[in-house]
């Protein structure tokens, strides 16, 4: 099985090497606004496409998949939001545990019936803690998983979720706000979560301008994602981007 990415996350995370994610929902962005977005990413230099949604079927998810590849070279990871959006076209997966809940079909049970299909694809296989945190408004994951978010405010709860992740094995931490949250996971929350845990932190969820985004990878986070903002406005990618990359071998002031 191929670590290639995981691997080059790891490595990136211990250099400060800051990661810019752009995460696509097949049934949200609309085919003419793929090529602009794919042609922007690879301009700026995007690091990855995450490709899921909570509600998507799968021939979109392959055409999606289709088209992107045949654009660019972005690696396509898919971000399932649920067990059959499942496909061999992307370049891998993140297996996600949901472990800021207690819906034991999403710590677990899910795993179970998909390992099998997992195991002879060629998809990379990225093991993740999944940590849902309170953005302000119900979102669609939290609706659908049936869990509870982790409250904005308690650092602390989220600092242990993830340390336990990472003693259970698990390869990355996503925090996330939901898609499309009023209010972007705090500093202090991935400041505190960063300095517990050595694998690498992706951050997102209602992240809108290039300086939030910059504000997340001061704090620690190592790869931040963007979703509804770029669905509005693509040109966005640039900026982005840049601010992500730029906060590489920073730190925030104390
Ligand atoms: C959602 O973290 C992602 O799961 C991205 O969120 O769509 O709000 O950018 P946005």
Known sequence: MSLEILTSLQAAKNIGEKKFVVLLDP?????SNVDKVVELAQNAHVDYFFIGGSLIVNSVLDNTLDT?????NIPLILFPGNSFQLSYKADAILFLS???????????????????????SPLEIMPTGYILVDGGIPTTVSYISNTQPIPYTKDDVAMCTAMAGEMLGLKLIYMDAGSGANNSISPSMIEAVSSTIDIPLIVGGGIKTP???????????????????IESDPDLITEIAAAVHGASGKRAPQ
């Open 27 to 31: 049934d949200k962005v609309r085919m």
């Open 211 to 229: 300086k939030e985004a910059e504000e997340k990878a001061l704090a620690g986070a190592d790869v931040i994602v963007v979703g509804n903002a």
């Open 98 to 120: 949901l472990i800021s809940g207690r819906n034991s079909e999403l710590l677990i049970g899910k795993h179970v019936i998909t390992a099998p299909y997992l195991k002879v």
């Open 68 to 72: 992107i590849k045949k654009a660019c």
